[in-house]
Structures are given as structure tokens and as C-alpha cells.
């Protein structure tokens, strides 16, 4: 979504997190995904921080390594960045986006391997990122 589409949905999110919704539930957890990326749209990286360490305690995915992966990625800290998105490719599921366990984030790990000097190693993770598919549920 757009900046002002994950600024719009901040109060309705934070309502139901304080007032319906289950701590540790996938729907507390989209919550937090969606509070924690709306947060740092907004440059407010305390609340960043907030939302995505209950997501990181109660049932870590790979959007919450993405995201993670993206802001060392800004902080120009790229291998602390590569270990965020290696943890999003191989260590974690999706909770939304099956995308953020596959092909973007090998892209992005290979991105930051690169800015890392481990081109050998970024040339290997495009190429998972081009031959990777979407899983069939077998």
C-alpha cells in the first residue's frame, strides 16, 4: 500500500490491538505488521521497534525480517541487513505476503551480499530469485 493508505489504517489497527484482538493470533500479528511499517513510513523508529519485537517474540515471519532487512538496509549496516533477509528467505513463513519468503527476498538478500562485496554469493541468490516459484500447498 501507499504511505497514506498505512496512515489511514493506524487508529482502526490500534483500536482493535487494545481492544478485540488476541496477543500472539495471526490477527494481532497483521496488526503489528501493519502498525510497524506504518511507523516507520512515518520516521517514528521507536514504534518500529515496538511492533516488530512482538512480532520477533510471540511468532517471528518473513514481512517482519523484510522489514527489518530494509531498515539496515537504509542504515547502511548491509550485512546486518543480509542476515535479515537470509532469515526471511530460509527461517521464517509468510504471514501475508508469500512473496517476502521468496523471490523478494532473495532479491533483496542478494542486494545487500552485494553491498557487502559478496558478489559471487549475490549472483547465487538472483539466480534462486529467478528460478523461484510459487508453492503449490503439496
Not at 506504518?38 to 523508529?45: G, P, S
Not at 521507536?46 to 517471528?60: A, G, Q, R, T, V
Not at 551480499?113 to 528460478?131: H, N, P, S, T, Y
Request: a negative charge; charged letters at 30%.
Amino acid at each position: 500500500g501507499r504511505t497514506e493508505d498505512f496512515a489511514d489504517a493506524r487508529n482502526v489497527y490500534q483500536n482493535l490491538m487494545n481492544s478485540t484482538l488476541v496477543p500472539g493470533s495471526d490477527p494481532y500479528l497483521e496488526a503489528c505488521l501493519i502498525l510497524g511499517k506504518e511507523a516507520i513510513l512515518d520516521h517514528r523508529v521507536s514504534d518500529f521497534f515496538k511492533y516488530m519485537m512482538k512480532i520477533l517474540l510471540m511468532n517471528p515471519c518473513s514481512e517482519c525480517c523484510m522489514e527489518l532487512g530494509r531498515y539496515y538496509m537504509e542504515c547502511k549496516d548491509y550485512m546486518e541487513a543480509s542476515v535479515w533477509f537470509e532469515n526471511a528467505a530460509r527461517e521464517t513463513t509468510p504471514l501475508l505476503d508469500i512473496h517476502s519468503a521468496g523471490d523478494q527476498a532473495l532479491v533483496a538478500w542478494a542486494e545487500s551480499l552485494e553491498k557487502c562485496g559478496l558478489e559471487d554469493e549475490a549472483i547465487l541468490r538472483r539466480q534462486e530469485a529467478r528460478d523461484w516459484v510459487l508453492p503449490t500447498g503439496d
